[in-house]
């Protein structure tokens, strides 16, 4: 049970509390002028109607908690004050660090104020009993609202991002369907996007690895290392899956293409396509499917990056797998039908070739043998395909038909 002294302080601290409200109003604009003056950036950066309204909405809530602490008005009237005002600082953009110091420096201002009105003649006597209960209300309360301010300005923000999210996957897919050569549109996805103007534009294509899709590393799982590359590179970028193959826009000041490979490639959690888009936003439909076929060029099991403008013949034949077959049948058909181990061989050996420019001496090097044994299988090469090496026509026809085997194996 309450005793009567306690009742009674109880009383005169409310009376106390009272006697503020009629200067609510001053209190909440010192409080206003200090957070102004402490966070000029952001004010300067949001503009002058988040001035306004921090000021009006400051005021409000001095006066609710006077009223409060008066006992004129019940705790609960104010909550849903105090889960607007987090839903509407996530919506403007304040950061939630800055908007609970705002409600501490209230907090304490508030208190302040009731000391120094207690030491006026004026004033309500305040002993110091009273201020260490007053202390504690001012606090409990501050804990009360932070709690609903913090959830309700999560909850605002998470809303947000989803809308953001749904902008920019929207915003992917129209320029995948071609609609970045529409100039009604570009604005547009510029803006969701947070494309400038003068932004160079690439697009990376991360495909899932190994034979067993569904044991491969999830979207989300893939794209954490690649992402966090880019982002310490100075890069902004914005994801999306398409049948099954993740692939991101990445503007700002971007290196060439093999910049982007030679940061991408360390640690890369799966196949990696890269093609810059020299038109901007009305090429970047036909970036994503290069980039995508660049990374498709690379076996199932690899874990690296490749710029499409490196892999241009492999492109070429995983655009075309009919002519890639056709490349196959006519030019290794009677080397292929050869015993496994003689075939293997031979393979090795051509391939060792064209590196070489048809060169028996560093392919032999290349392949820790003699160079008669060199000499030798490129006899057999030559006769079981009916190609010579020494022809460029045919050179180039054995070299393409030595990729597009190995893509399909």
């Known amino acids: 049970m309450v005793s009567e002294t306690d009742a009674t302080r109880s009383a005169r601290l409310a009376h106390a509390w009272s006697q503020l409200v009629d200067g609510s109003d001053a209190i909440a604009d010192s409080i206003t002028l200090t957070l102004f003056e402490r966070d000029v950036e952001l004010y300067e950066r949001i503009g002058p109607e988040l001035r306004a309204d921090v000021r009006a909405s400051c005021r409000q809530h001095i006066r609710r908690g006077l009223e409060i602490l008066s006992g004129q008005s019940a705790s609960g009237s104010a909550k849903e004050l105090w889960r607007e005002t987090g839903r509407r600082r996530a919506r403007q953009g304040v950061p939630l660090e800055l908007v609970l110091n705002a409600y501490t420096l209230g907090a304490r201002v508030l208190w302040e104020a009731l000391i120094t009105h207690g030491s006026r003649a004026e004033g309500a006597a305040v002993d110091e009993g009273m201020l260490l209960s007053a202390a504690r209300t001012v606090w409990a309360n501050l804990d009360v609202q932070s709690a609903l301010l913090i959830d309700a300005y999560r909850r605002e923000s998470r809303r947000l991002h989803r ?57 989300t799982d893939r794209l954490g290392a690649v992402e966090d590359r880019l982002d310490r590179a100075g890069l902004r970028t914005h994801w999306h899956v398409r049948d099954g193959i993740s692939f991101g826009l990445v503007c700002g000041d971007l290196p060439d293409e093999a910049g982007l490979v030679e940061l991408l490639s360390p640690r890369a959690p799966a196949r990696i396509g890269v093609a810059l888009s020299g038109d901007g936003l009305a090429g970047f439909a036909t970036a994503y499917l290069l980039a995508t076929r660049a990374a498709q060029t690379l076996d199932r099991h690899d874990r690296r990056a490749v710029a499409v403008t490196d892999r241009l013949p492999e492109v070429l034949l995983v655009g075309s797998p009919q002519v890639g077959q056709l490349l196959v049948d006519q030019a290794l058909g009677g080397l292929l039908a050869q015993p496994e181990s003689q075939r293997d061989s031979l393979l090795l050996t051509l391939a060792a070739l064209l590196r070489h420019d048809g060169s028996p001496t560093h392919a032999a090097a290349d392949l820790f043998c003699h160079r008669n044994t060199v000499i030798y299988r490129l006899k057999q090469i030559e006769a079981l395909t009916g190609r010579s090496l020494g022809d460029p026509r045919d050179k180039m026809l054995l070299g393409l038909a030595l990729a597009a085997h190995g893509h399909e194996e």
Do not use: K
Request: aromatic share 2%; proline share 5%.
């Open 163 to 219: 809308q953001d999210l749904q902008r920019q996957h929207a915003a992917l897919d129209a320029l995948l369907e071609g609609r970045g050569a529409d100039p009604a549109y570009v604005e547009e996805a510029r803006a969701a996007l947070d494309v400038g103007p003068d932004d160079g534009l690439a697009c990376v294509t991360v495909l899932p690895g190994g034979q067993d899709h569904g044991a491969d590393l999830d979207h």
